[in-house]
């Protein structure tokens, strides 16, 4: 599966923004889709991730009560809905997808290439 974020950009502190990641070749049914940041200098944080077949979401500490994450099945695509934005949510965003395997760990193997957005303070 290839996948494509979209939605970065520039937004002050507190505002909001929605990035995007769209898949082709293949449909996310049996995936578990994943957003991921980086700052520099700081490491991967997988901030959120969903399970297409269930549903179920995780988020990160340092996001949840602020990003959603939901599924649109017609169009294929994850949406990472980002509000109450801080100065430290600021890097590069990434979308990845796994193969739903039932009694494994997650093993990312798709990533799409990144999204950066800034927040100002």
């Known amino acids: 599966v290839q996948l494509q974020a979209f939605g970065g950009g520039l937004v002050q502190a507190g505002g909001s923004l929605r990035l995007s990641c769209a898949a082709s070749?293949?449909?996310?049914?049996?995936?578990?889709i994943g957003w991921f940041r980086q700052a520099p200098g700081k490491e991967r944080e997988n901030v959120a991730r969903?399970?297409?077949?269930?549903?179920?979401?995780y988020y990160a500490d340092s996001v949840k009560g602020r990003f959603i994450i939901t599924r649109d099945g017609a169009k294929n695509t994850v949406y990472l809905q980002m509000n109450s934005l801080r100065p430290e949510d600021t890097a590069t965003y990434y979308c990845a997808a796994a193969p739903e395997v039932v009694g494994r760990a997650i093993a990312w193997s798709s990533w799409g290439q990144g999204t950066q957005f800034t927040v100002s303070s």
């Open positions: 070749g293949r449909t996310f049914s049996t995936y578990h």
């Open positions: 969903i399970s297409w077949s269930r549903g179920s979401t």
